[in-house]
């Protein structure tokens, strides 16, 4: 089993992105998780998976709408996905899988973090 942890941060404004609505599915769609940002952009509580294919989605629009951004209609960002996966070989870099998100009204950027 890996742990998994993520860390968003509003670029905009350079703060954590509190109270950002994110999820979190299976490869088949299944819904595992669903949650919000605490006030240091983090969310505890994400489960321990298996090796597989996953992807986290956070509600950016939603975010920066609630913040006071004001944003295009259609906005450019609605929601972020990040599909990735989960392997248990030694060359994966280990259990645990942070996958942070940068983001901004119109951009984003993520990576494999510790």
Request: negative net charge; charged residues 15%.
């Amino acid at each position: 089993m890996a742990t998994l942890s993520t860390h968003v941060l509003d670029t905009m404004q350079g703060k954590p992105a509190a109270g950002m609505q994110l999820w979190l599915e299976d490869a088949g769609g299944e819904e595992l998780f669903a949650g919000e940002t605490n006030a240091d952009g983090r969310c505890p509580g994400l489960p321990e998976l298996v090796p597989g294919r996953y992807a986290l989605t956070f509600a950016v629009a939603e975010y920066f709408s609630a913040e006071g951004a004001v944003l295009p209609d259609p906005p450019f960002l609605g929601d972020v996905r990040i599909a990735f996966g989960v392997s248990d070989t030694p060359e994966s870099g280990g259990g645990h899988y942070h996958v942070p998100l940068l983001v901004s009204p119109f951009a984003y950027s993520t990576y494999r973090g510790s």
